[in-house]
């Protein structure tokens, strides 16, 4: 049987744009909300409606330039297990994700759910995670989200040293960040996330070292530690175009710091960027490393379903026009070819610490590992950069240290 499917949800609103950000993401205003919102629900009730158009591999056109047809093409298997009796594609991870999904009336994401819960069947101990950034949330909201069924809750902490966050733009205060960790906890949320950033400008290793105590003192379940990084069309780009703002020795001095503290907290590195308290590991995200199913709903969601990459409109207005008229929202972007499967395999499955299997990939393609990239891996072995025993194909602590230059080799 297939994996069970994931399901991303963007919210695309901000008290205020943070300086480094480059995501999809405005700021809010109560009118574009509420359409917002009727057209995202308007989007997932037609989901099956439009289904249609997946199942039939006549109406299936395959953009040019990419490569043979497609025989076949079909959403994930439906469910006989759904406690209302239906048949519903089942789903086993929920990702609101923006921008800031916190500063919606709790009553929209009420309504969200409700809509969700009409198309799709949510599994007993499907893993359901809500962006949350601190100051925009409080135990009122929590509660509401427990009560809809929402188990985890990821903050976007970055930094507990206040003249960092202004530097980044960020709405919140060191103390207000810690207290709305607190409210969650005292609301019964046991699946915590935390994101942390370094080589954040004016960062130095000893503020950075006070970072990751408090992060440690509040014990969350996972933290996501990230350096950040310069996107061009930032406020932060114009201000560091190519140079950034931490030197690359404080930065290498950061990320090895991250993992020792971490380890030593007890927290398991299972991804190249995320740690975890055994058994908290994202499922939601080990999906997308994983090469899994995903809808995504909302402006700019991007969604993958067996070979095919799709993603929704990206402008605003055109948005709330389309799901207004009923017109087909997402836009083929990519068919994958079995090249591009195999690549994507070690792409994606090789940022996670665990790597990928040999078998796994024989099943998948028909084809023994070693006679389509046996070259690269024994080179790779070499020098020290992947580790090749047994099944397991996995990343060295060297080759961790610079997976874009290994990575690349697969493309």
Not at 227 to 244: D, H, N, Q, R, V
């Amino acid at each position: 049987m297939r994996d069970k499917t994931g399901i991303y949800v963007h919210i695309p609103f901000c008290v205020q744009k943070c300086r480094y950000c480059d995501f999809l993401s405005f700021s809010s205003e109560r009118e574009g909300v509420n359409r917002y919102v009727d057209s995202l629900i308007r989007e997932i009730r037609s989901f099956r409606q439009q289904e249609g158009m997946y199942r039939d591999n006549r109406s299936f056109r395959q953009p040019e330039g990419m490569g043979q047809n497609i025989r076949s093409f079909n959403l994930p298997e439906e469910s006989a297990g759904c406690m209302d009796g239906s048949h519903k594609i089942e789903v086993d991870t929920v990702f609101i994700g923006g921008g800031t999904p916190s500063i919606l009336p709790v009553e929209y994401m009420e309504r969200i759910f409700e809509a969700l819960s009409e198309r799709f069947c949510l599994s007993e101990d499907a893993e359901i995670t809500v962006e949350c950034n601190p100051g925009t949330a409080g135990k009122d909201a929590f509660q509401a989200y427990r009560s809809i069924g929402i188990n985890r809750v990821s903050f976007g902490f970055q930094s507990v040293i206040d003249d960092e966050l202004k530097k980044l733009g960020r709405i919140h205060t060191a103390a207000e960040a810690e207290e709305a960790f607190w409210l969650a906890r005292q609301s019964g949320f046991d699946n915590i996330n935390i994101d942390l950033m370094s080589a954040i400008p004016g960062q130095t290793l000893d503020s950075y070292r006070m970072t990751l105590g408090a992060a440690l003192a509040l014990d969350p379940e996972h933290i996501s530690a990230y350096s950040l990084i310069i996107e061009e069309g930032t406020p932060f780009y114009a201000e560091y175009g190519e140079k950034p703002p931490v030197d690359e020795d404080t930065d290498r001095a950061m990320y090895a710091m991250t993992k020792d503290l971490l380890a030593e907290g007890g927290y398991r590195r299972y991804e190249i960027s995320n740690y975890a308290k055994p058994g908290f590991a994202c499922r939601h995200n080990l999906k997308y490393w994983s090469g899994g199913d995903y809808i995504g709903f909302g402006l700019g969601a991007s969604s993958k379903i067996g070979k095919i990459r799709y993603k929704n409109e990206t402008d605003f207005q055109t948005y709330l026009s389309k799901t207004k008229k009923g017109e087909r929202m997402a836009q083929i972007e990519e068919v994958l070819q079995e090249d591009d499967e195999m690549a994507e395999f070690f792409i994606l499955g090789l940022r996670k610490t665990e790597g990928v299997s040999k078998r796994e990939f024989t099943r998948r393609f028909s084809i023994d590992v070693m006679k389509r990239y046996g070259e690269i891996l024994c080179q790779c072995e070499t020098e020290g950069l992947l580790s090749v025993s047994g099944d397991r194909i996995a990343f060295t602590d060297k080759g961790l240290d610079v997976s874009n230059y290994v990575l690349c080799r697969f493309i």
